[in-house]
């Protein structure tokens, strides 16, 4: 089961750090990446990082903006929002990675609920 959460109002320019807490023993072997679904629109890869922390993958929409990672002993993967931009307005989901190209939403396969980020200008 994941559960995001961190989202809310923020200004543009501001930061932001989203948390997705993970239960089951298994968390350490997944990598897990995070999503976003603006409204009206399709969802998004934004970001992914590897079992270990060591890789890490980004959208070029947040590259240089955005940083993604995780504590395996607290079973949590973080994303550190900064610069953020009224583009960046959406819900931002995590997920466990399974298989495939990274970016597809099909290669994951177990979500979080979500957490609404808004970004006003």
């Known amino acids: 089961q994941l559960q995001a959460s961190g989202g809310g109002l923020v200004q543009a320019g501001g930061s932001q750090r989203l948390s997705c807490a993970a239960s089951g023993r298994t968390f350490n072997s997944y990598a897990m990446g995070w999503f976003r679904q603006a409204p009206g629109k399709e969802r998004d890869f934004v970001s992914l990082?590897?079992?270990?922390?060591?890789?890490?993958y980004y959208a070029d929409s947040v590259k240089g903006r955005f940083t993604i990672s995780r504590d395996n002993a607290k079973n949590t993967v973080y994303l550190q929002m900064n610069s953020l931009k009224p583009v960046d307005t959406a819900v931002y989901y995590c997920?466990?990675?399974?298989?495939?190209?990274?970016?597809?939403?099909?290669?994951?396969?177990?979500w979080g609920q979500g957490t609404l980020v808004t970004v006003s200008s």
């Open positions: 997920a466990t990675y399974n298989s495939g190209s990274y970016y597809r939403l099909l290669s994951y396969n177990y």
């Open positions: 990082i590897s079992w270990n922390g060591i890789g890490t």
